[in-house]
């Protein structure tokens, strides 16, 4: 199974929790690997929340998924371009309303009904074949998160352009994580870290962070950089999975919405945030923003930061933003 996985954890525990044990439990949901580790009193209890919590991922996959025919989202989608409100569920109408804030802040580098052409690209990595020109110049029409109306009396939506498909890929991974954490608190668990394919959400003590590393672009080699985090999110895009080479470039899953065009730099980008949904469209927009876009856009962003590790010409550059220093390991 192909995932991204440019970020990992690494877990070190310094401090033991009084009656607290570590529990970790993973499963494949949403097309990766989603580990939920916990510190809890016994192992009855962390098997419990954990079982609840898979059932909440699940729930929500129904909603968000483009694979699934009859996920609300594509149900929604299939009724693109017919002039008439579609009533949604809180889950869904709570992630439109994020993505298009997102995509709003990004400019569009973000943009949620760019489901056409992420398709096109997934069939061209399954082929390796480029997308015929024809079939991109027509998804790109259905491109726009300016031609969805809400209507927020209602919680109704309109798609006004025929043929739009919604992808929530770039926020549902880090939104769904950050719903996980926000459970598991909930039910008196204070410290847990929840990894959903690379997207991370966490809560822990202050003197208790997490010990997070990050990988040199197409490498499983670790940059000599960790980052110490507590009741935050971190997410990291790049290609290093997938991707399909034509004509000796490569292009990655990350799609660039105003081209149609899989992105081609061999870029690493890690986004940290208060919120796992945050987090993650932050690290794909940066993905297909250029470097000095990118900066300035997490600068604009309270409490954010960014690092971005990219190879050029065979050498290895780096950036991150004035915040990104204050979540180093001293």
């Not at 109408?93 to 489901?115: F, P, V």
Request: charged share 20%.
């Amino acid at each position: 199974m192909k995932f991204l996985l440019l970020l990992y954890f690494l877990i070190l525990s310094f401090f033991s929790f009084s009656q607290s044990e570590k529990y970790t439990f993973s499963q494949s949901k949403m097309g990766s690997p989603f580990t939920i580790t916990m510190y809890a009193s016994d192992s009855s209890k962390a098997s419990y929340i954990a079982k609840e919590a898979y059932k909440i991922v699940d729930s929500l996959n129904a909603i968000y998924s483009d694979y699934l025919e009859n996920s609300e989202l594509n149900l929604l989608s299939k009724k693109a371009g017919i002039n008439t409100f579609t009533k949604v569920s809180p889950a869904l109408w709570e992630m439109l309303n994020l993505s298009i804030k997102a995509a709003q802040q990004s400019k569009g580098a973000y943009d949620i009904t760019i489901g056409s052409i992420v398709k096109l690209w997934r069939k061209a990595r399954k082929e390796k074949v480029f997308p015929e020109e024809n079939n991109l110049k027509n998804a790109l029409k259905s491109v726009g998160y300016q031609h969805i109306i809400l209507d927020s009396t209602t919680h109704s939506v309109k798609l006004l352009r025929a043929n739009t498909e919604l992808d929530v890929g770039g926020i549902g991974k880090g939104y769904v994580a950050q719903i996980i954490v926000n459970f598991c608190k909930s039910n008196g668990i204070e410290r847990v870290l929840v990894d959903a394919g690379g997207k991370l959400a966490m809560v822990t003590q202050v003197d208790k962070p997490w010990k997070i590393g990050i990988t040199i672009p197409n490498s499983e080699e670790l940059i000599p950089l960790y980052l110490r985090l507590q009741n935050q999110a971190v997410a990291t895009s790049g290609n290093k999975y997938q991707f399909v080479e034509i004509g000796g470039k490569k292009y990655s899953h990350i799609v660039n919405p105003r081209t149609g065009l899989g992105l081609t730099h061999q870029r690493n980008v890690t986004a940290i945030a208060l919120d796992g949904a945050t987090a993650d469209w932050l690290a794909t927009a940066c993905s297909v923003l250029s470097v000095k876009k990118a900066l300035r856009l997490i600068e604009s962003m309270p409490n954010c930061a960014l690092f971005m590790a990219e190879i050029q010409r065979g050498k290895l550059k780096m950036w991150q933003s004035k915040r990104f220093e204050s979540y180093l390991e001293k």
